[in-house]
Each structure stands twice: as C-alpha cells, then as structure tokens.
C-alpha cells in the first residue's frame, strides 16, 4: 500500500487561500514558489535586492503565477496581515517587521523548518561554529554505504522541501543548520550533533548570547527518546548537557572521558565506564587533522544505532573531505604543496587547519571579512606553525597585530607580507616558498569583502595557484 503523509497532506489544505509571504529569493526558498502555487496560496514575495540583481528564472516564475512581490529599499514595509511567512536564514526573526507579524498572529517559520515538521521519516541534524559541513556529508555517506534512502539538505545539498511529497517513514534526511536557520525554530531533529561553539557571525547577531541560544534550539525541542552529540572539550557545548531532554554523548580529543567517544593518538575508541573499545584507525582513512577525527566520531555517534563499523570505513577509505577544505590543490617537483581551506572564516577553523599537518614550517594565507572575532587567540599557533604569515583583507590589521604582539614574548619571529588581494598572495607565497613548504590558504575570515561566498574565494584561489605555479 502506497504511504499517506497525512500531516503533509493537512498542510496543503491549509494552504488554499492563505496569505503566504516569502522572504528572499535565495536557493532555499526557490522552490516554495512552486510548491505553494501548486496549492493555491496568495503568494507575496519579498527580497532586498533590486529586481534588476534578482535571479530572471525567479522573476519569470513570480509573473507567471501572478504573485505580487516587493523589492529594494525597504522592501518589507508591505509585510502585513499575513497567515504564514517563510523567511530566508539571513532575515533573522528578530527583525521588527517579523516581530510585528508574530505578535499579529501571523506563523513564522522556514524551509527547512517547516521539511522538519512535515518529514516522515529520522532527521539527523548537525550545528557548530566549525565542521558542519563535513560531518554531515560523512553521515550521509556512512547512511548511503549501508544503503538507506536518505537526503542531504539545509546548509547543503539542495532545498529538500520540492522532495517532501517522495519521502517516506523508511527514508532519513541529513540536515547541515547554521545559526541563522535554527534562530526560532520549534522543532528539533530526532538525532543531533553541535560540533562546538566558538565567536561567530557576530556581525549579524547581536550578541554571543544570542548566537548560542540559536544553536541550542537543534536539541531543546527533542522528546526523551531524542539524542544529542556534544563536544565535551568545548564548555560550551558541554554545558548543553544539562538542557537535553534526551539521551547525551559526548566526544573528546583531550580528555578521558569515562563514557562517549575518545580519539587517542589518531585512534577513535568507544568509552563505557572506562572500558574502551577500539573503532577506527585516522591513519586508515584520508581526512587530515585531529578536527577531522572529531567530526568522524560524531558521525559514528550520529550513525550508531544504524550501522556497522564496517559500513563506517566502507564510507570514508576514499574520501578525501569535502571542496575547500585542507583540499590539496596542486604539489610541484619541488615537492612544494599549495592546500585550500577557504571554508576557514573564523580564527578557530584555522588554527584546526595549522594544527592537521605536522610540518611547522608553514607559509600561511590569510585576511578577509571582518566578522567582529578576536585574533588574538590565532596568534600562538600562527607562530608555533609558520615561516610567514601573507595577508590581505579588512582583518589583516588585526591578524597582524595579534602576532607582532605575541612575537614579542616569543623566541621565533615570522616574516609579515600584505598584498591587495588574492593573486598578489599567490604570487608572494610562489616567490617565498622554497622546496619542501606548504602553503595554506586559511583566511579565517569571511569572504565579503572581495567575494560573494567561501566557495567562489576558494575556486578563486585554485585557479590563480593553476595559473602561476610551474
């Protein structure tokens, strides 16, 4: 017999005549446009950007369906008397216009909120300042070895709300959720991971309270049968033990936990009691650095009860980590090699990036958008790993004082470069390097001020290390 969502199936009713606005016409909410026309809502689309920097093939489908739609400057001063109102992850619900419209009555909500809400099947979800990504592809892919039918979305992937109608109780959806998607979310995944929490997108919360309440919400709406994997190195996150209305496990790469998830000398162990049990080996799979065995060990966590170890190496023997990060992008006849980890935008992911390679004679690339991070914490590891240190960006001021400053109380000193932007640093790093060197690309800074995402800055880079290095 064919499966009923019946949940889903009451929300497309609800939907016929409703005043529906959409907010941002980014990748996410794309798909909305269809899927809420097929069930004959009043649609109102809205986006900051003026019509004429707004994607044609969404303008084309708002016409076409006869929605109304506000762009440009103050664009949301028409967000009224509406029943449900999806918002994009970076119009925040704290937003006064958004305010106004709850307070109204009116039902806030996202994408892949709402993909949690109406999904019939196990949701997995992974939050964090670092690892994210990674550790959410492994678990999809650790999920797809053993042979589940399981989707991969939120942060990643593709906008899984125009795969809701195909999803059944048998399928598991793999959910990457940032801060921003998670602020105001009333509902969380059956299975939850929180990486760690460090300084973050602080240009666009508030505070770092606010930041850290936003990532608790992927674990504080769980029932009793729920589980949340936790970062027992980090205090933070550590601390979340104490709210979780389900089952907790930690991980640590520091401390001998008496139960959880262990990494000793690149070996991952299962702890019960002080009783360890081997698991995998890191020198058997090819991702580099403590920080990748971390998220391995979430993953193995996260997948416990529905796989084999087995199925764990299966996954990862060839897997050499996801694009931009510790990604190596060419190696010379000078055995010189250039790796891209323009993921890296805070100063954590890349002192994680420095501390994966045990060469420490480093010619490290950094400097970008300013997400208002202290520096200073980047300092040490920048001198204890590093030849020299090439800059560019609004942060390198700071990056740069950070080390002048530490160089003081430090036997070793580094040579500082500043360039204007990324080919100048390519071009310094080729000319710097000598044989043997590894040249790290690690900005620990967002990548705003000269492109639009950490992707596009990391095809930047390897292109520009293509072109010039011989």
Known sequence: MEYENKKLQEFNKYLNGKKVAIIGLGVSNLPLIEYLNKYKADVTVFDSKEIDDINKEAIDKIVSHGMKFYFGKNYLSNLKG????????????????????????????????????????????????????????????????????????????????????????DDIIVLELSSFQLMGMKISPKISVVTNI?????????????????????????????????????EITRSFEKEAPGKVIFFSSKNKIANGYIIE????????????????????????????LENVACAIAATRDLCEISDVKEA????????HRLELVKETKERIKWYNDSVSSSPTRTMAGLNAFPFKNMILIAGGYDKHLDYNVLAKPILDNCK????????????????????????KKIDIYRCENLEETVM???????KGDIILFSPASASFDMFENFAKRGEAFKYLVNKIVK
């Open 82 to 169: 509406f029943d449900l109102i999806f918002r994009s992850p970076s119009c925040l619900p704290t937003k006064l216009e958004l305010v106004e419209e709850a307070q109204r009555g009116a039902i806030i909500t996202t994408e892949v909120e709402m993909v949690l809400e109406l999904c019939p099947g196990l949701t997995i979800g992974v939050t964090g300042s670092d690892g994210k990504t990674t550790t959410s592809t492994i678990i999809y892919k650790i999920l797809q070895n053993k042979g589940y039918n399981c989707y991969l979305g939120g942060n990643i992937g593709h906008p899984l709300f125009e795969e809701i109608e195909n999803m059944t109780p």
């Open 198 to 234: 460090t300084e973050n997108h602080l240009d666009i919360h508030s505070c770092m309270e606010e930041y850290i309440e936003a990532k608790k919400n992927i674990f504080k709406h769980q029932d009793r049968y729920g589980t949340v994997i936790l970062n027992y190195d980090n």
């Open 265 to 292: 000398d690149r070996k991952i162990k299962f702890s019960v009691s002080n009783l360890r049990a081997y698991i995998l080996d890191g020198n058997d799979i090819l991702l580099k650095g403590t920080h990748n």
């Open 316 to 323: 990862l023997k060839d897997f050499p980590g996801v694009e």
């Open 388 to 411: 020299a240190l090439i800059l560019l960006g609004q942060t390198a001021d700071k990056i740069e004082k950070a080390v002048v400053k530490e160089m003081k109380y430090s036997a």
């Open 428 to 434: 310094c790093a080729n000319t710097i390097s000598v």
